[in-house]
């Protein structure tokens, strides 16, 4: 199976909007695109380069919805890192967080879907 990731951006002048300042799919090389990037066909990647790449590039992980069980599995998850201190870009926009998410495939079983969040240690896994 492959993995779609995506990304979203929030800095001090987007969340006073209400709003990302970038979002959009992690390309083909695993970097972060400076600006929206909305390619027809996104990249997509294995489960374990994919967990690998959200894991050095997030805090802590939740589902699209909680709690999750096989009943009501996720769709895809987000890895949060809302410490980022104070960086700025060359814009010099402070970015307050950024968060990268793992979509999951749609023809993925609901089993599979719970054996990945309790892999990748999930918040909200209904036991």
Known sequence: ????????????????HG?????????RNLTIPARTYM?????????????????????HVEADSCPISVQYPPRWFTWCNEDMGRNYSATGNCTLSRS????????????SAMRIAR????????R
């Open 1 to 16: 199976m492959r993995f779609r990731l995506t990304f979203n951006t929030v800095t001090e002048d987007s969340a006073q």
């Open 19 to 27: 709003d990302f300042a970038t979002h959009g799919f992690i390309t």
């Open 39 to 59: 390619p027809k066909k996104p990249a997509e990647f294995s489960l374990r380069t994919a967990v690998k790449f959200c894991q050095e590039h997030g805090g």
């Open 100 to 111: 990268v998410s793992l979509h999951l495939p749609h023809n993925i079983t609901a089993a």
């Open 119 to 126: 892999y990748i240690g999930c918040y909200g896994i209904k």
